[in-house]
């Protein structure tokens, strides 16, 4: 496929994907009656092993998955097997936005042995037509906070399609590299690249990874975080 058809069909299914992302928060109970209760994976045997947490929304919630599928359970498995001594935490919330990250990400930063903070967030400000510049400023506080509790950030970047127009396409795809250079992180361009649109990796619905595009998408993540890390 010619590399502009490639992106304008990556544009397509990320706007198909927000608008799924968006379904679910409208068929599930508001964040604190839901999934934001659910309680955090922390086994009480590894409170002492340094933390790397998967902050973020369906993508990192493992929508459609069980929990042994979600990302953040493999990244668990790929790690013990590395033989890095790390506990990942999943902190995903289906239907978060960066406004709804921003006002819980305290909670999660005070967790004691935080070293690394995996950032998923931005698809619902899409869905939701939320200002790029303001949903830059969400995420900007969020990675502040965490550099200021000298935390290793890994910032997952979204694409916007053309269909949300010119102007809001350039600044909202460019507010993640954006960060990333600015606060100097790690940065993941596209966390479904390698399983959008291909049917054979996605959930019925056509847009959720199922299990084994659910490990690609670990790799995806894996690959910018492993020399952040420390045996």
């Keep these: 496929m010619p590399f502009s058809m490639r992106i304008t069909a990556i544009f397509t299914l990320a706007v198909t994907v927000f608008g799924i992302l968006g379904c679910t928060t409208a ?11 659910r309680p955090l994976v ?12 998967a902050f973020g929304d369906s993508l990192t919630a493992g929508f459609g998955l069980a929990e042994r599928e979600s990302y953040p359970y493999l990244l668990q498995e ?20 960066s406004l709804g990250g921003s006002e819980r990400i305290d909670w999660v930063l005070e967790q004691e042995n935080v070293e690394i903070l995996i950032l998923e967030l931005g698809a619902n400000d899409l869905l939701r037509g939320v200002p790029p510049a303001r949903m830059k400023e ?32 350039r600044d909202y795809t460019n507010a993640f590299p954006d960060l ?23 959930q019925a619905d056509g847009i959720h990874p199922n299990p084994a595009g659910t490990r690609i998408m670990t790799e995806n993540i894996y690959k910018e975080l492993q020399p952040l890390l420390k045996k």
């Design 180 to 202: 990333a250079e600015k606060y100097g992180i790690a940065y993941v361009p596209f966390l479904l690249e390698g399983v959008a649109l291909k049917r054979e990796l996605n």
């Design 27 to 37: 068929a599930r109970p508001e964040p604190m009656a839901g999934d934001a209760a």
């Design 78 to 97: 790929r790690l013990n097997a590395d033989g890095y001594n790390y506990e990942v935490v999943n902190a995903g919330v289906s239907g978060e936005t």
């Design 42 to 53: 922390t086994p009480e045997k590894a409170a002492a092993r340094p933390k790397i947490v």
């Design 138 to 169: 969400n995420l900007d506080k969020m990675i502040a906070k965490a550099k200021a509790k000298n935390i290793t950030v890994v910032l997952c970047g979204m694409l916007a399609p053309p269909t949300m127009g010119a102007e809001y396409q």
